[in-house]
């Protein structure tokens, strides 16, 4: 997929113009919404960055962290796409990368030698171990403009915003 960087934004002009073409646009609302697109996807290119630095994408991270916490520090790619919410084959595509780099090992599972485990190596714990302590300075700086009352309080109107997502994908299903 291409990346596209969006550095026209519309101003309240350009905005007026093509709301005025539509009955029931609140043009606050649609600048909150156009802001918020435009804060995350700054924010993720940010800690794109930050997970770059230790070779790992966000999905990678997640998959490792899985790991790190399960029992015995296995899965399997079953449980890994479920808990991921993405498709065995994708699983399998991310889980061959991390293979690759030693970051995981494919076993046997005791239990059924048909069934195969996803087990955390060492170089992905260690991994995990260099990326954990700049994950959460990266976090802290992300959010250190914010103070106690206001992150409570995003986080109040991050759920609302959810909820309006949570109807949206309803209506696009029936």
Known sequence: MVEFKFNDRPNDGRLNQTISEYADVDLDA????LDLQWTYREMQKAYDATLAEYGLTE???IILMFLLRADDHSLTPAVIAD????????VSKILKRLTANDWVIKTNSVQ???????????AGEQVLT????????????????LSATEIVTLSNLLHKINIGTKKLNSEKSN
């Open 83 to 90: 808990k991921l919410g993405a498709t065995r084959a994708t």
């Open 30 to 33: 649609v600048k909150l919404f």
């Open 130 to 145: 260099a990326f954990l302590p700049h994950n959460f300075s990266a976090v802290k700086t992300i959010m250190a403009p």
């Open 112 to 122: 059924d030698k048909r069934s195969v485990l996803i087990q955390l190596a060492p």
């Open 59 to 61: 999905t990678r991270f």
